[in-house]
């Protein structure tokens, strides 16, 4: 399967800055999502990151707060903005190579503090 | 109500014991079926995917999804203290999109 690259893997970030994280995928891949991890909680999508258009958001994700590029088939970004505390998190990149009923691959993910 | 619904634990079991892990779900759309194995500070490793009712195995896993039930399982022979994780089933109604997660169960082996 591909490999998948998040960086950084961890930042200690100030409240109201943000930060954007990288996902870089060893070859091309047909999907790319973004997920939030919360402490002790389960992993939640955030949107679908398309290649060559806005990415698609779910329920409660908004692209102020959460933009994503995706300039071609193997990197996308995901910018956490005006960072509170609340986004203190794992955020995981996952991809999809073929069809779209394959399973998805996850990277490590990026742990995320705000002071 | 969640979606998908997931004990928690922890489960703690001896080293060689079968383990089943398991999860209900509401949503009768949800076709496709997946469980993760994440160990601590890495990501979601795939183990099992599934395609509607029926199991599936491979090597010590064996994956069990009975729709008339909205229930699926996962059964671990021969545990041994490298499968000590958090395990998260995933479904999906559109293929490899949009899936919904279990909370995860805590999983430790012991020696």
């Known amino acids: 399967s591909a490999v998948i690259s998040q960086k950084p893997s961890r930042d200690i970030c100030q409240r109201g800055t943000s930060l954007t994280i990288q996902c870089q995928v060893d070859s091309q891949v047909t999907m790319m999502f973004w997920y939030r991890q919360q402490p002790g909680q389960s992993l939640t999508l955030i949107a679908t990151?398309?290649?060559?258009?806005?990415?698609?958001?779910e329920s409660g994700f908004v692209i102020d707060k959460f933009p994503i590029s995706r300039p071609n088939l193997t990197f996308s970004t995901l910018t956490v903005s005006n960072m509170s505390p609340e986004d203190s998190s794992i955020y995981l990149c996952s991809v999809t190579t073929g069809e779209s009923n394959q399973p998805q691959h996850f990277g490590d993910g990026t742990r995320l503090s705000i002071l | 109500q969640k979606e998908v619904e997931q004990d928690p634990g922890p489960l703690s079991v001896p080293e060689g014991a079968i383990v089943s892990l398991n999860c209900t779900y509401s949503n009768s759309a949800f076709q496709y079926f997946m469980w993760y194995r994440q160990y601590s500070r890495k990501g979601p490793e795939l183990l099992m995917y599934t395609y509607s009712s029926g199991n599936k195995e491979d090597g010590r896993f064996t994956a069990q999804v009975d729709k008339s039930s909205k229930y699926i399982s996962l059964f671990i022979r021969d545990s041994q203290p490298s499968d000590s994780a958090t395990y998260l089933c995933a479904m999906s109604s559109q293929g490899a999109q949009k899936l919904v997660f279990g909370q995860g169960t805590r999983l430790t082996i012991n020696p």
């Open positions: 990151a398309n290649q060559g258009s806005e990415a698609t958001y």
